[in-house]
Nanobody, 124 residues
Framework: QEQVVESGGGLVQPGGSLRLSCSAS????????IGWFRQAPGKKREGVAC????????YYRDSVKGRFTITRGNAKDTVYLQMNSLNSEDAAVYYC?????????????????RGQGTQVTVSS
């Protein structure tokens, strides 16, 4: 079954770091734009970061610029989101989505694959 699966979430103290993974199952991320999204309780889902399939260019929402980094793994079936200097505003369920031959920023509803999410909790 073709799907994307997120992992790496957990509990972290303010100022701490986490690395999330988005893995492709049953297909390869070749030619796919990958986006990370998050949704906090009572809030709308929002795009966090995106990485292009063509040239590796990246996109970040303003609130995470300089703290989050999206990269592709060497195996072409994993995309990472390195999150540093986490604060309470970053706490949410994080999702990844993949869109074939798309461009950044990728839309959640227009994606070909959407994951089930991984919880990130920021608390002391």
């Amino acid at each position: 079954q073709e799907q994307v699966v997120e992992s790496g979430g957990g509990l972290v103290q303010p100022g701490g770091s986490l690395r999330l993974s988005c893995s492709a199952s049953g297909f390869s991320f070749d030619h796919y734009v990958i986006g990370w999204f998050r949704q906090a309780p009572g809030k709308k889902r929002e795009g966090v970061a995106c990485i292009s399939s063509r040239d590796g260019s990246t996109y970040y929402r303003d609130s995470v610029k300089g703290r989050f980094t999206i990269t592709r793994g060497n195996a072409k079936d994993t995309v990472y989101l390195q999150m540093n200097s986490l604060n309470s505003e970053d706490a949410a369920v994080y999702y990844c989505a993949a869109k074939a031959y798309g461009s950044c920023p990728v839309g959640w509803d227009r994606s070909d694959y959407r994951g089930q999410g991984t919880q990130v909790t920021v608390s002391s």
